[in-house]
């Protein structure tokens, strides 16, 4: 390779890094990407795969069973001759083979209830899958907008530097002009600092978010992330999602929310196991059928030669059907004690579903009145930002002027930071619950993750 092609190299993979360093993402990108490569999403699905080849081999066992065998005997000494029954003191060798097959004509329709169980449980398992798709989204959408709130609260933290450095570099001038004391300019990089630190304080929170959301979508190779969420969408707008009827929200939630169609699914699977076990008390009625033919050394003709082995198996030759009927008359009540069990998972599997039920009402209802509460919360925290803002806007005016002190000025400077981070943790509250319950609304929040 030249000289310039080294170079050429060079630069397309600077170019690459930069680009790939400089990807914005959205919400619903950090999601699709987090459940394409999250590995513990993988157990889940294979819990499922499982489930399906079940499903798949309780059909198969509709099916009749063929079984082939075969055989190669020496004998050695006195023995019985397989072919005449005889006694005989004779080594010789035999060859058998036979083809057997049975079907289940009648099993308490155990087979057909077991396919209907395992087909309920398969689509259990594809619900477990889908809501840990949900869980996953719901946690990188935490982790997304904990970035949005530490990123505003380094600009906040960074508007209060300026301002500082502003005022630290008056006092400097007023202090060399002899207008102030030293005193003051010490007062003054006092507070300076202080918003400093604050600065440096809310990167690293903004840092550690940052790798959250990075760990979340197990994002290999990158430590830093950019989304693309502008701030001013969040802090300038207010509510305008309407608060909707807790029952409306639940009845809506109930179906579709995956846990709750899993723990319905398995219902449904527990009471085909009840039928299973009742199964067990009636008559069982089976079909069978065989070939079987065999070759023996000792079988020969009248000049006492071998009989050849084509001949053998021709003339060897049996063959069989029948009809099989069993029926359970005493199995010491274990059958009856099956079907008290399985009544028993059957109430369990209830009772898990009404636990389940009782759980998304309670959330929902917690959303609900969050929603209410930070709806309010947000209008009267932006009220109080901008009374806050204007009441530092006099202070820092009478500052410059030389009519309150380094002290005070912080007092006012503080209260107006305290507002701003308030007002967007409040609003940014309020967008997270607003989006949780718009899932529970049956709106399209992720639409990365596929509900099939």
């Not at 969040?234 to 807790?246: C, F, G, M």
């Not at 309010?376 to 009519?403: H, N, P």
């Amino acid at each position: 390779m030249t000289l310039k092609n080294h170079i050429f190299f060079l630069l397309f993979v600077l170019i690459a890094n930069t680009i790939s360093a400089q990807k914005t993402w959205t919400l619903d990108e950090c999601v699709a990407y987090a459940v394409e490569h999250n590995l513990a999403l993988n157990n889940i699905k294979y819990n499922s795969d499982s489930n399906k080849e079940t499903y798949k081999q309780s059909i198969r066992n509709l099916l009749p069973n063929l079984i082939g065998s075969s055989d190669y005997n020496i004998r050695y000494g006195r023995s019985v001759n397989g072919f005449t029954n005889d006694i005989i003191n004779t080594d010789f060798f035999s060859n058998n083979y036979s083809l057997s097959s049975s079907v289940d004509i009648f099993q308490g329709f155990q087979k057909l209830n077991s396919i209907k169980a395992s087909k309920f449980l398969y689509k259990a398992a594809k619900e477990d899958v889908l809501q840990e798709k949900y869980l996953l989204a719901f946690r990188v959408m935490s982790a997304f907008y904990d970035i949005r709130f530490y990123e505003g609260l380094l600009l906040i933290s960074e508007d209060q530097v300026k301002v500082s450095e502003t005022n630290y570099n008056l006092v400097k001038r007023k202090v060399e002009l002899g207008l102030k004391a030293g005193a003051d300019l010490y007062e003054a990089e006092s507070v300076l600092l202080t918003d400093q630190l604050a600065a440096t304080q809310s990167k690293n929170s903004l840092e550690t978010a940052q790798l959250k959301l990075i760990q979340e979508m197990n994002l290999e190779g990158q430590t830093s992330i950019t989304i693309n969420t502008a701030l001013d969408e969040i802090t300038a707008t207010e509510s305008n999602s309407p608060v909707t009827d807790l029952d409306t929200i639940y009845n809506t939630a109930t179906s579709f929310i995956p846990f709750i169609k899993a723990e319905k699914l398995r219902t449904e699977a527990a009471k085909k196991e009840v039928a299973i076990a009742r199964g067990n008390l009636y008559p069982s009625i089976s079909l069978f059928a065989g070939y079987g033919t065999g070759y023996y050394e000792t079988n020969v003709d009248d000049t006492d030669h071998i009989i050849p082995f084509n001949t053998q198996f021709k003339d060897n030759a049996s063959r069989y059907v029948g009809i099989s009927v069993t029926v359970p008359i005493f199995n010491r009540w274990s059958g009856r004690s099956n079907i008290k069990q399985q009544k028993i998972e059957l109430q369990r599997a209830h009772n898990n579903l009404d636990i389940q039920k009782q759980e998304l009402y309670k959330l929902i209802q917690q959303l609900v009145q969050d929603q209410k509460s930070f709806t309010v919360e947000s209008e009267q925290s932006t009220k109080k930002m901008k009374a806050q803002e204007l009441t530092f806007a006099i202070a820092q005016k009478k500052y410059e002027k030389g009519m309150i002190n380094a002290i005070e000025l912080y007092q006012a400077k503080n209260l107006y930071t305290t507002s701003q981070n308030e007002n967007l943790q409040v609003k940014l509250q309020l967008k997270v619950t607003e989006k949780t319950l718009d899932f529970y609304k049956g709106l399209p929040v992720f639409d990365s993750i596929d509900k099939n």
